[in-house]
T-cell receptor
Framework: AQKVTQAQTEISVVEKEDVTLDCVYE???????LFWYKQPPSGELVFLIR??????QNEISGRYSWNFQKSTSSFNFTITASQVVDSAVYFC???????????FGQGTTLQVKP | DAGVIQSPRHEVTEMGQEVTLRCKPI?????LFWYRQTMMRGLELLIY????????DSGMPEDRFSAKMPNASFSTLKIQPSEPRDSAVYFC?????????????FGPGTRLTVT
């Protein structure tokens, strides 16, 4: 069965701190996709990144970086020098290579205090 | 480019009434998904369509819920009769599986309150 676990329910940091959001997944598929989404207080779900199972290269986009490790089935998300605007719920998701269906984790609520 | 469009954005109705939520996916996307989000249960997939055909409706709570996709640019989610426990935010999302691209793009959601 496919499963995504985000063990951190809530994280609170002070602005400019670095913060890492953990994501652990389970799947028997050899081809799969991993995603991160952001849900700010306004409520919309915003796509951040997609990684393929055959591409373990880490990715950096501005203050955001993602670390994909198949050996530990993890796809962690780091925000460097956090800002108040980063306050949101962040969801990790797993997609099968066979369908477009995504399995979402329960989400991590990040609060960045000024 | 227009994103996923959902209507209405807010719906308040009384128990027992019929509710219809509407979704227009991103043009060119061939998969459409309906989700429900609540504090208790998080984000749940209700049903998804591929090329207008329902593929997986295992998440549909019960017979009171039904979804249709009559064409590539329109889908509805209907609840009849509605109950207070149906109160939630309902999201529609679309994606394209052409070229192995699976990221889903979400609409703004419909906040449903059943009193």
């Amino acid at each position: 069965a496919q499963k995504v676990t985000q063990a951190q329910t809530e994280i609170s940091v002070v602005e400019k701190e670095d913060v890492t959001l953990d994501c652990v997944y389970e799947t028997r598929d050899t081809t799969y996709y991993l995603f991160w989404y952001k849900q700010p207080p306004s409520g919309e779900l915003v796509f951040l990144i997609r990684r393929n199972s055959f591409d373990e290269q880490n990715e950096i986009s501005g203050r955001y970086s993602w670390n994909f490790q198949k050996s530990t089935s993890s796809f962690n998300f780091t925000i460097t020098a956090s800002q108040v605007v980063d306050s949101a719920v962040y969801f990790c998701a797993l997609g099968s290579g066979n369908t477009g269906k995504l399995i979402f984790g329960q989400g991590t609520t990040l609060q960045v205090k000024p | 480019d227009a994103g996923v469009i959902q209507s209405p954005r807010h719906e308040v109705t009384e128990m027992g009434q019929e509710v219809t939520l509407r979704c227009k996916p991103i043009s060119g996307h061939n998969s459409l998904f309906w989700y429900r989000q609540t504090m208790m249960r998080g984000l749940e997939l209700l049903i998804y369509f591929n090329n207008n055909v329902p593929i997986d409706d295992s998440g549909m709570p019960e017979d009171r819920f039904s979804a249709k996709m009559p064409n590539a640019s329109f889908s509805t989610l209907k609840i009849q009769p509605s109950e207070p426990r149906d109160s939630a935010v309902y999201f529609c999302a679309s994606s394209s599986d052409r070229g192995g691209s699976y990221e889903q793009y979400f609409g703004p959601g419909t906040r449903l309150t059943v009193t």
